[in-house]
């Protein structure tokens, strides 16, 4: 600026401007180009996030428990199973199948049903009985629980308590202490179930005229 004079002086207030107005904005530009950049990464991956545990299982009182596992792998057992399901019908005990690795027993309010094995991502059930297709209460013996189910096609034999054609489903479980709490837990659902029916029965009958 010395050497130019006054031009000198001019010129460099100039460039300093020029300078001001640049620079911020060549900021912008790269904050811009970093965001989209950092979006198109995130649009990109393919990394699958999975749930460390299987959700809260809610029992069919609607009480909100201390979170147990086994439980609520039951309850997500139960959720994929690709059958048909009562309304209302909620899980209430499962465990594995001893004959078969990953097959399972899964005792619902409402039925029992064999849970197979997991073809292809989907689970299939080979066999399901509802409680009203009990035509005695299930036994016990060692590990072996014997399941009466009434025969809907007439083929079987006749069961001398019941006078009804009926079979026997016999299901083998790891051990006799798995085996007395499987017994338990279908004795209470079946108990809980009667009970519920017979408190239905007696409102319609109330209702009536």
């Known amino acids: 600026a010395k050497k130019e004079g006054a031009a000198g002086f001019f010129k460099g207030v ?19 180009s970093s965001t989209l950049q950092g979006i198109k990464k995130v649009a990109e991956s393919t990394e699958d996030v999975s749930k460390l545990r299987p959700p809260r299982c809610i029992r069919e009182d609607g009480i909100i428990r201390p979170y147990d596992r086994i439980e609520s792998e039951g309850c997500n057992l139960f959720e994929k199973l690709d059958f048909q399901k009562f309304d209302g019908e909620s899980y209430r005990f499962h465990c594995r199948w001893y004959e078969k690795k990953k097959a399972k027993l ?6 029992v049903v064999y849970v197979s094995d997991e073809i292809l991502g989907h689970l299939g059930n080979d066999w399901n009985y509802t409680f009203e297709e009990f ?13 009466y189910i009434k025969d809907q096609s007439m083929i079987g034999f006749s069961n001398p ?9 016999k299901v083998i479980l790891p051990d006799t202490n798995m085996a007395k709490r499987v017994s338990d837990a ?9 009970q519920q029916q017979l408190v239905k029965r007696k409102s319609l009958r109330f209702s009536k005229p």
């Not at 035509?135 to 399941?147: A, I, T």
């Not at 308590?161 to 489903?169: I, L």
């Not at 279908?186 to 009667?194: D, G, H, N, T, Y």
């Open 14 to 32: 100039g460039k300093g401007l020029v300078g001001v107005v640049a620079r911020p904005t060549g900021g912008i530009i790269d904050m811009a």
């Open 106 to 111: 899964l005792i619902t309010n409402r039925r």
């Open 135 to 147: 035509v005695q209460p299930p036994s016990l013996e060692g590990k072996v629980l014997s399941l």
């Open 161 to 169: 308590k019941s006078g009804t054609e009926s079979f026997v489903r």
């Open 186 to 194: 279908l004795k209470e659902a079946r108990s809980a179930r009667q």
